[in-house]
């Protein structure tokens, strides 16, 4: 039976996985290796199995539920597999084929610009789409529609870590070494990160590190799966990290601890954080995050004691209106130590998305283009307009970031229509309440997706696509490797690919160029537009990735003229010599705790956080649908001394409510807790009624992670 190796469809590990097509053949439930294997029908199909990939470095074999279980989508009876226009006298959607639905698409698009300009279609993609779709959404935009109102979900993932590693280190790779790096060190703080929920076959790192003798520290209000595999827990005030970073600079200043050796040689800026740093001693601290004084004493005494130090953020710091501030204040904690550049240390931001850091290099933000060129700097312009074939001055300029877009639309100068590509915004998007009216607002909302999500429902036009094991293309992972998923099944009849789809629009709305639907062309030519940029991918290959595990970025091509030149090995890791700005040094930017955008009160006297449970996927768009993986819906975590107040009882329902919205759930009682916080995860319609759409100015990420809340049983 044919076998392909492949890539996982969830999140940023992008574990290696085997496909056996098991067309035609009974069913068999011999496994490849570790774990259970785990079928999905398909459709008639036959099995489709996902087995063991034991010899791929990311994960070793090991899968975690979802993984296991990810066929489950194939021949799925809520699988798209026409397109959908929706009637105008009965506002239901009907089955059309697809000349129907392109051209009708196509029409309305061209009509709407002709009537208010080309800035009138919006484009909104994802951080889960391959590379190539990625860089083919933003050519769509720019090219075919010429609109510079495109931007995509990862405004909501991971952008305030990257805004911090360009200001600090002149470069945005989530990791800046592979992951098993992390075993080495002597000291791992995990700020705002569940990775033994989030990344499951990651957390046998945090095991063995400690079997060398490491210790984990892991800050995070909630006591969670992650802190119980670590040492040491400290337990903020949600929307807190900085005061902490500041906290820890503060001691190991006062302690001698910090590397002036390091600083002098490979910094700047050292002075004036050293300056705000003065103004948080261990009691201020302790007031502001309600982390006890002692616990920050002993944080500071083991990281000063320390030979190597990794501190990694996840979305608990990054998803706050001054989430950039809080990831440069970790920053400047493990620069201070002298442990960026030196082996088995350093910083590292865990990205989230299937391709969160690829799908952030190619053209889909609405500042970039592709090879992590920025849209304002006329050389990146002129380079990405001679690979498109297109002058330079057609090129538009930066657009509205993804929140700024969605509440933009349907306005005065704001989009009329808008095109999503992997995103389920109505589910995911801050304030959706707001978001879902503006959506109501536009005069054409056209949706790609595998399946019915709660955001092509509201659309106007639904396009059916096909999904990771019926397509070819590359995902960047969170260590900057490149690697290939292969297509291991055909797709169901009647469905296309997100490349065919933008293809045969783009020819419709009379795009100057034509659009490959080819992912190797496609790659291949991203390669081109990438080659100088500073995610340089133009020395990769499919063939190449396909025998490697993966190549890391930077990976220039090697002279045409120097035919025997080696390629260029790729980059594992980066910082050993030089940071990447011009004069190589690293820069401590001097940021100060500000507080959340929405404080407690009287009528809203709780924080609010949210975030993700281990059996569930962002949305829900596709694990909900999942059969073998428990869907309980939405709850609300509250420790018992708040229960006992509010007369709440574990299993029976609260009301949430914020200056937004309201959400009714069962109450799940747990002492692992901050009573002063309540947790809702956002994998179902709800939790983000709830959020608060404060950005933060640079990244312009949502404050996803915090807001001001009352809990009533
Ligand atoms: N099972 C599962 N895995 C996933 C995903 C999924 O949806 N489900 N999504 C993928 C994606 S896109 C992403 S971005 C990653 C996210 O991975 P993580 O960042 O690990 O996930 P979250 O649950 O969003 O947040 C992590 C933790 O932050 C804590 N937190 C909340 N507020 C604060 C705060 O103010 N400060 C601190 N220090 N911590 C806080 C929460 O209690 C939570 O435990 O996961 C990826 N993996
Ligand atoms: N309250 C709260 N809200 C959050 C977060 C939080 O922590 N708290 N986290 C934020 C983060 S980090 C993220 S990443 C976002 C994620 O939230 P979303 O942007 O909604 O991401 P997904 O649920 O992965 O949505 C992907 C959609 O695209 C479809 N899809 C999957 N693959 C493809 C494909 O190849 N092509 C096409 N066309 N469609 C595809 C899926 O079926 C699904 O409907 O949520 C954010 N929202
Ligand atoms: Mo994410």
Request: charged letters at 20%; proline letters at 7%; hydrophobic letters at 40%.
């Amino acid at each position: 039976m044919p076998q392909t190796r492949t890539h996982c469809p969830y999140c940023s590990l992008q574990c290696g996985m085997t496909l056996r097509d098991g067309r035609g053949a009974p069913s068999s439930g011999a496994g490849g290796g570790r774990g259970a294997p785990s079928s999905g029908t398909g459709g008639g199909r036959g099995t489709l199995e996902v087995l063991a990939w034991p010899e791929f470095p990311v994960n070793e074999g090991g899968l975690c539920r979802k993984g296991w279980t990810a066929t489950g989508l194939r021949g799925h009876r809520e699988r798209l597999t026409t397109p959908l226009v929706r009637d105008r006298s009965t506002g239901e959607l009907r089955a059309v084929g697809w000349d129907e639905a392109l051209d009708l698409v196509a029409s309305r698009l061209l009509a709407l610009q002709a009537e208010s300009g080309r800035d009138a279609v919006g484009v909104f993609g994802g951080g889960g789409l391959t590379n190539e779709k990625a860089y083919q959404l933003g050519k769509l935009a720019r090219v075919a529609l010429g609109t510079s109102q495109v931007d995509y979900n990862g405004r909501w993932c991971m952008s305030s870590a990257a805004s911090a590693g360009n200001q600090a280190f002149g470069i945005d790779r989530g990791l800046p070494f592979p992951l098993a790096d992390l075993e080495q060190t002597d000291v791992l703080v995990l700020v705002g990160s569940n990775l033994v929920e989030t990344m499951p076959p990651a957390s046998r790192h945090l095991d063995r590190l400690r079997a060398r003798g490491g210790t984990v520290v892991v800050v995070d209000p909630r006591r969670t799966p992650t802190a119980d595999r670590a040492d040491v827990l400290l337990q903020p005030v949600p929307g807190t990290d900085l005061a902490l970073a500041l906290g820890v600079l503060h001691l190991l200043d006062a302690a001698g601890a910090v590397d002036e050796a390091y600083v002098a040689e490979r910094t700047t800026g050292w002075e004036d954080v050293r300056r705000v740093a003065a103004g948080w001693w261990p009691e201020r601290v302790e007031r502001v995050t309600g982390v006890p004084a002692t616990e920050l004493r002993a944080l500071a005494t083991l990281l000063a004691g320390a030979g190597t130090v990794t501190v990694l953020t996840a979305r608990g710091a990054e998803q706050h209106a001054q989430g950039t501030a809080t990831v440069l204040g970790w920053i400047g904690v493990a620069l201070a130590l002298g442990m960026p550049g030196k082996p088995h240390a350093g910083y590292g931001c865990l990205t989230g998305q299937g391709n969160g850091q690829g799908g952030r290099e190619h053209g889909q933000k609405a500042d970039q283009l592709p090879g992590y060129r920025m849209v304002d700097d006329p050389a990146a312009r002129a380079h990405v307009a001679r690979v498109w074939g297109v002058a330079p001055e057609s090129l538009p300029g930066a657009g509205r970031s993804a929140y700024e877009l969605l509440d933009a639309l349907g306005r005065p100068g704001g989009p009329r229509a808008l095109l999503v590509l992997g995103s389920n915004i109505v589910v995911s998007a801050p304030r959706a309440g707001h978001v879902a009216e503006r959506l109501e607002a536009l005069d054409l909302l056209v949706v790609c997706d595998l399946v019915m999500s709660e955001t092509a429902a509201l659309a106007d036009v639904v396009l059916p696509v096909t999904q990771w094991a019926e397509e070819t293309g590359t995902m960047t992972n969170l260590e900057g490797r490149v690697v290939l998923r292969q297509q291991a099944v055909p797709p169901p009849t009647g469905v296309r690919s997100d490349l065919e789809v933008i293809a045969a629009l783009a020819e419709r709305v009379g795009s100057p160029v034509a659009f490959s639907a080819d992912p190797e062309e496609v790659f291949a030519e991203l390669g081109r537009a990438s080659a100088g940029g500073r995610a340089d991918y133009s020395g990769i290959t499919y063939d190449r990735i396909r025998e490697e595990h993966g190549v890391f970025w930077p990976c220039p091509a090697t002279d045409p003229a120097d035919a025997g030149a080696a390629p260029h090995p790729g980059t594992p890791r980066l910082f050993g010599d030089a940071f990447a700005h011009p004069d190589g040094r690293a820069r401590f930017v001097a940021v100060d705790h500000r507080g959340t955008a929405e404080p407690t009160d009287a009528a809203y006297p709780l924080h609010l956080t949210t975030g993700r449970v281990l059996a569930q996927y962002q949305s829900g768009a596709q694990t909900r649908r999942i059969p073998d993986l428990p869907d309980a819906g939405p709850f609300v975590e509250l420790h018992p001394m708040l229960a006992a107040r509010i007369g709440a009882v574990d299993g029976r329902r609260v009301v949430v409510t914020t200056r937004r919205g309201a959400l009714e759930a069962p109450a799940r009682v747990v002492d692992t807790i901050r009573p002063d916080t309540v947790f809702v995860p956002f994998h179902w319609v709800g939790a983000n009624r709830l959020t608060n759409d404060a950005l933060d100015p640079s990244s312009r990420m949502p404050e996803f992670k915090v807001c001001a809340a009352a809990v009533h049983a």
